[in-house]
């Protein structure tokens, strides 16, 4: 079960409650307005073998990235190769589909800037353009920051107006609490340790989901020995370098 956290700072499992059912795709929305978010959202997606439906994209900018298999996506009429720690922008008015030929499941994380609803107009289909819309974690460098580091995945250099993601490591200990100007929601990757909001805390682990509010005061704490990697995607755009 979700647990709220002081300011409406709120910790899910990546497979809480009951998926959306398409097909060959199953879909678990953790964070979005339903939840309490103002305009940003994450959902866990499981592709199972073959070629799922297709995710249409209206208004937003959607990041996503790969947790776990190998498979093909298909933006537009353009196929690529994706395997995991690979981040894919979907721009405004784009489709994505997963062509799935292994036997296992693939396994994405997505958020949507701002968070797409059904009476959402679409946009036009956007033109095309030269950049790469799929970025491997290994090929964008580490910037420190403090005892710290993170890669920036997504962000204007991709053509995301809306929406950054990125995957930073902390030591282990607690950061000093902050807070920021926007929105953003984290996926714990690896390691463990406690997730601060005010006074109130709760574990996190792999798999976690974590919505924090605008201005909420909160810190990430590596209770373990090693690394406590996390993937964040914020709302608006810009550097997140203080932002976890």
């Excluded at 489709?95 to 036009?124: H, K, M, W, Y």
Aim: proline share 7%; net charge negative.
């Amino acid at each position: 079960m979700a647990v709220i956290l002081e300011g409406g700072c709120r910790v899910s499992t990546m497979h809480e409650g009951e998926p959306r059912i398409d097909g060959s795709l199953k879909i678990w929305n953790q964070i979005g307005k339903a939840s309490g978010a103002k305009a940003i959202s994450l959902r866990v997606l499981e592709f199972g073998p073959g070629r799922s439906p297709v995710l249409r994209n209206q208004a937003s900018d959607e990041v996503f990235y790969v947790l776990e298999g190998n498979c093909a996506v298909v933006i537009d009429d353009d196929a690529y190769e994706v395997g995991p720690e690979t981040g894919v922008y979907l721009r405004p008015g784009q489709t994505l589909r997963v062509e799935n030929s292994a036997a296992d499941l693939v396994r994405f994380v997505s958020s949507q800037c701002p968070e797409d609803t059904v009476d959402a107009v679409a946009l036009d289909q956007p033109m095309k353009t030269d950049l790469i819309p799929v970025v491997k974690l290994s090929e964008r460098r580490a910037l420190p920051t403090a005892d710290r580091w993170y890669r920036v995945l997504v962000d204007d250099e991709m053509g995301s107006k809306q929406v950054t993601q990125f995957v930073g490591s902390i030591p282990p200990g607690r950061a000093p609490d902050h807070f920021h100007e926007y929105e953003e929601v984290l996926f714990i990757l690896r390691g463990e340790g406690r997730m601060w909001a005010g006074e109130t805390n709760t574990p996190i682990g792999p798999g976690s989901c974590i919505y924090l509010p605008r201005r909420q005061v909160h810190c990430v704490e590596n209770t373990g020995s090693g690394e406590l990697r996390l993937l964040g995607v914020f709302y608006p755009a810009g550097s997140p370098a203080v932002r976890y």
